[in-house]
């Protein structure tokens, strides 16, 4: 197998046209290829001096994608390293984008060639870019890339860096809406937890507060997605969905309104609610690929915190066994879950058959959690300072009193 191992002065990217020209003609024997190869370079030089960079790329990255089965991938990589290195060229913003979306188009549209070599391939040229919106256009291509070629793993870490990202690219609503939604189809093609792919399908849905109904339907689908994460996620249980005017609509929607009751239960209900829907929607419930069992786990905690959130603190083990439907055995297991859980904290009087809850979760926190935290901490602030000017009165007592004493003493 023939390597890319300049040997001449010739330029680099003379010396890729003619090698990837050389392997695209080879089959067509010496008469032909020579004139092929020939009038390539011919037309590459042009470019190269007339400053043509977008037709040069075009020009190249069309020979290498004709010769990529059969090169290495270490030619492979090199070929197109010296192809992005043309986006170093342009000096104009608007030719240097369209350069940077031509190459990552071309990179991208073999995904099931090479795509481990390509995803790299396409990082290198997002390095290569120092335009932040250039480097967004790459990125979308590189996720468009890792999910039609299979190679999830190579773009998900970057996914951790993304709030950074967001200000450096400094992005229109519309991109962000395509990035969210981009990331989150990945997680959910790769089976992440729930709650990760609900982290960005809620940035998606954020970014519709204050849209016309007419923005709103396009949102829709993704809400009862949303909804259905949130049901699956075994370890969440607090989320401002019901807040959001992207899933509110769904409330009234002859599609997914059966989808908004269901968030409506798991965020404001108790068991019973939850049994009440699955009787009459159970074929619903399997559609979305939601397992019966989980749910009434998921809803049993639910349900306890709803208990403590209404029951003065003080909840007797027969109205948990009534609520969550269980034996009487099974009060005590449960409740630890609901501690280990983090949803409350509590002491278990066995004697008095009583849960004494000091701390509960909000299932909800939307306005009225709020207004309520807001109070607290404001009162804790008055406490606060009345500390202190207690601290500093008797501090004036004591200096006033000591000055008295040394005065006598005087």
């Given at each position: 197998m023939t390597t890319i191992v300049p040997t001449s002065e010739e330029d680099p990217v003379l010396y890729v046209v003619r090698f990837t020209a050389d392997k695209s003609w080879a089959e067509a024997g010496p008469e032909v290829a020579e004139q092929?190869?020939?009038?390539?370079?011919?037309?590459?030089?042009?470019?190269?001096?007339?400053?043509r960079w977008l037709d040069l790329a075009s020009l190249m990255i069309t020979s290498a994608e004709l010769v990529s089965s059969k090169v290495?991938?270490?030619d492979l990589e090199s070929i197109f390293t010296i192809i992005c290195d043309l986006v170093k060229k342009p000096e104009n913003l608007d030719e240097l984008l369209e350069l940077a979306k031509l190459l990552s188009t071309k990179i991208a549209q073999q995904p099931n060639d090479k795509p481990a070599v390509r995803m790299k391939i396409m990082f290198n040229l997002y390095n290569l870019l120092e335009n932040p919106y250039s480097r967004f256009c790459v990125y979308m291509k590189a996720l468009k890339l890792a999910m039609e070629g299979k190679v999830i793993e190579n773009i998900v870490p970057t996914f951790k860096k993304i709030d950074s990202l967001l200000k450096e690219w400094d992005l229109a609503v519309q991109d962000q809406r395509d990035l969210f939604l981009a990331i989150s189809n990945i997680l959910r093609e790769q089976r992440s937890s729930?709650?990760?792919?609900?982290?960005?399908?809620?940035k998606y849905l954020a970014t519709f507060s204050g849209e016309d109904a007419h923005v709103m339907e396009e949102a829709k689908e993704e809400a009862a997605n949303a909804i259905i994460e949130f049901v699956k996620a075994p370890d969440m249980f607090q989320h401002?969905?019901?807040?959001?005017?992207?899933?509110?609509?769904?409330?009234?929607?002859?599609?997914?309104?059966?989808v908004y009751q269901l968030l409506k239960i798991f965020q404001t209900q108790r068991l019973g609610a939850y049994l009440d829907f699955h009787t009459t929607n159970s074929a619903l419930l399997k559609s979305y690929g939601l397992v019966h069992e989980e749910c009434i786990a998921k809803m049993r905690l639910m349900s306890i915190v709803d208990l403590a959130s209404n029951e003065s603190g003080q909840i007797p083990y027969s109205l948990i066994k009534d609520t969550l439907q269980i034996e009487d055995s099974e009060v005590e297991p449960w409740v630890v879950k609901a501690i280990t859980s983090k949803l409350i904290d509590c002491k278990i009087d066995q004697m008095n058959q009583?849960?004494?809850?000091?701390?509960?979760?909000?299932?909800?926190?939307?306005p009225r959690q709020w207004k309520a935290l807001r109070e607290k901490l404001a009162t804790w602030r008055?406490?606060?300072?009345?500390?202190?000017?207690?601290?500093?009165?008797?501090?004036?007592?004591?200096?006033?009193?000591?000055?008295?004493?040394?005065?006598?003493q005087g």
């Open positions: 092929q190869v020939a009038s390539l370079c011919l037309e590459a030089q042009e470019c190269m001096v007339t400053g290495s991938d270490k729930p709650k990760e792919t609900l982290k960005f399908l809620t401002d969905l019901l807040e959001m005017p992207a899933v509110a609509q769904l409330e009234k929607d002859s599609k997914y309104a059966d009583v849960i004494r809850v000091s701390r509960y979760t909000e299932r909800v926190f939307g008055g406490n606060v300072a009345n500390v202190l000017t207690t601290i500093q009165a008797n501090k004036v007592t004591e200096e006033g009193t000591q000055a008295i004493q040394d005065q006598s």
